[in-house]
């Protein structure tokens, strides 16, 4: 059983960057696939990113797409989240989730129910 624990959040101006981490606690993310989430105040839940099983593909939501690269390193230990060109809109607590279900279709795992292990979450938050 994996733990994903993130790490990286805080504050930046807009037009920043900041890169988030997930590492893999009790485990690796080996046979697993990874996603970010992220939920403003007063908000539902959104998808951002997730890598597919052990980086065999990637899928993002079209409102980060450019802007925000998810990445795995070479140990599968840790997940990455780069976001570039930040806006205010994207001041969120944003989690970090792993699934062990395989299906075919990206789509699955843009929703927040295929993910079994969730992180505690990391704020960020963009100042205008």
């Known amino acids: 059983q994996v733990q994903p624990v993130e790490s990286g959040g805080g504050l930046v101006q807009a037009g920043g960057s900041l890169r988030l981490s997930c590492a893999a606690s009790?485990?690796?993310?080996?046979?697993?696939?990874v996603g970010w989430f992220r939920q403003a105040p007063g908000k539902d839940r959104e998808f951002g990113a997730a890598?597919?099983?052990?980086?065999?593909?990637?899928v993002y939501s079209d409102s980060l797409k450019g802007r925000f690269t998810i990445s795995m390193d070479n140990a599968k230990k840790t997940v990455y989240l780069q976001m570039n060109n930040l806006k205010p809109e994207d001041t969120a607590v944003y989690y970090c989730?792993?699934?062990?279900?395989?299906?075919?279709?990206?789509?699955?795992?843009?929703?927040?129910?295929?993910?079994?292990?969730w992180g505690q979450g990391t704020q960020v938050t963009v100042s205008s």
């Open positions: 989730a792993a699934s062990d279900k395989y299906y075919s279709s990206n789509n699955y795992y843009t929703v927040a129910e295929t993910y079994r292990y």
């Open positions: 009790g485990s690796n993310f080996g046979g697993y696939s």
């Open positions: 890598i597919r099983f052990s980086g065999s593909s990637t």
